[in-house]
DNA sequence: CGGGTTATTGAGGGGCGTCAACAACCGTGG
DNA sequence: CCACGGTTGTTGACGCCCCTCAATAACCCG
């Protein structure tokens, strides 16, 4: 990872961010204290389990949010993409409940909680903004949950393209994206196995619903693979 | 639901609930303003869905939170024990992600936002506890679901047994204690069948990890029972 | 005691995980 | 440029887990 330098005033990131309402003041001291890390696919940027002292924001790229489950397993909870929290504590003894690996070329801003503490104090709707963070995230696994364990497998692998789609912003029709996730972590999101992975993308690409090559993937038919994910 | 009168000042549920380290003034001031309610077995607390404006916390009993999935069927996030908080908002536009209802005699205690959030300027560590709560939930939330999602029938049915034991604080041992939970309840916490349930219930009655006649359980072996799910 | 709900148990079948063989892809080095 | 080994993707065969359906038993409340 190699620092950068970009301003928090014009950041890409910064409406969908925390930071939507700040004052320009306020602003200019997350840019102060802030710094960014550039990751490449399949680099770690946080550990399961480790300590971290503030709080992580993905300013540009994709990553996966993801845990160890038994046997070795890795389950992936969900992609993160740009202007997303991806880590955060109030102290340093707390521990992260789950990995984060860049997934496509990432940059990452970081800010040490004493900082972002100072910064919340000069704009509190940060702190609204986080609380409210932490309940849509609340809703959203809770959702997922719901899905991952009432759904079968085309129907949860549906979803999971559909979610793939969203992060990658895929806009519907013929124009193939690369996509770095392998079968195999398509099949962590969805807690399946890489085979089952492989021949249910075959059978939505016979039924017209995606075209996939290899990691190039096209969403041909949005209607149709929301229908299978059932909703 | 009929109100009640409980202080705050010598609540039991107080201890582990948000309030831990509340000063005495700032008991007072919630003591002043909320309301408590009493539920029966089945009665709903909070439906999914609704707008709530304000906190709902467990004084005494037991509820479980859960959401509807596809074709109407159930699903159990978690059972709520007291002092645990099982409904939030900040404002009256939110609304609720699951419903609450009481799975034993409850009582609840409920305080309006806008009376909380004078309460959280006497107490700064309400603020602190309830970020801490969030976090908590969704790291907790986290590692359900990667179990929902690896675990095999069986494993899932002991780890539910355990969640089960721990909120009725089951002691090792043949004490049965009447668990209001359906067999049909118990398979919504799990994602599977009623059917199953039952079988897999006898299965551990003659393994000798529990005993279970309907709805009177009690646990014979906790290590093996755990071994079963798998930690 | 009788009717309705809930629990138990068994039989049958399908979804999906496992294994295995083969194809496609990719970076490296000759 | 092709050869080549390693990784990743594809596809099929097999078998088991678990969902579904159904029949019976146990329980609860009036």
Redesign the interface.
């Known amino acids: 990872m190699k620092p950068l330098n970009i301003s928090c005033l014009n950041c890409n990131a910064k409406d969908c961010s925390i930071l939507r309402n700040c004052p320009t003041e306020a602003l200019q001291f997350f840019d102060s204290k802030k710094y960014c890390m550039r990751y490449v696919p399949g680099q770690s940027i946080i550990r399961e389990g480790s300590r971290i002292d503030g709080v992580y924001v993905i300013y540009e790229g994709i990553v996966k949010l993801h845990?160890k489950?038994?046997l070795g397993?890795d389950?992936i909870?969900r992609l993160g993409k740009p202007g997303e929290i991806v880590g955060?504590t109030?102290d340093q003894f707390?521990k992260q409940?789950?990995s984060v690996t860049a997934v496509e070329p990432t940059t990452v801003c970081f800010i040490e909680h004493t900082d972002f503490e100072s910064g919340m104090k000069k704009c509190p709707s940060v702190q609204?903004e986080?609380?409210?963070v932490?309940?849509n995230?609340?809703?959203n696994?809770?959702?997922?949950?719901?899905?991952?364990?009432?759904?079968n497998v085309r129907e949860k692998i549906a979803d999971a393209l559909l979610h793939i789609a969203e992060v990658y912003k895929l806009k519907e029709g013929k124009n193939p994206v690369e996509i770095s996730l392998s079968r195999q972590e398509i099949s962590d999101m969805?807690?399946t196995t890489k085979e089952q992975v492989s021949k249910i993308i075959s059978e939505f690409r016979t039924d017209g619903f995606i075209d996939a090559h290899g990691k190039k993937i096209s969403i041909l038919n949005y209607a149709k693979l929301k229908a299978v994910a059932?909703g």
């Open positions: 845990v489950g038994r397993r389950f909870l955060h109030d707390q409940s789950s609204r986080l609380m409210s932490f309940k995230e609340l809703k696994i809770g959702n997922r949950t719901i899905q991952l364990v009432q759904m969805t807690g059932g």
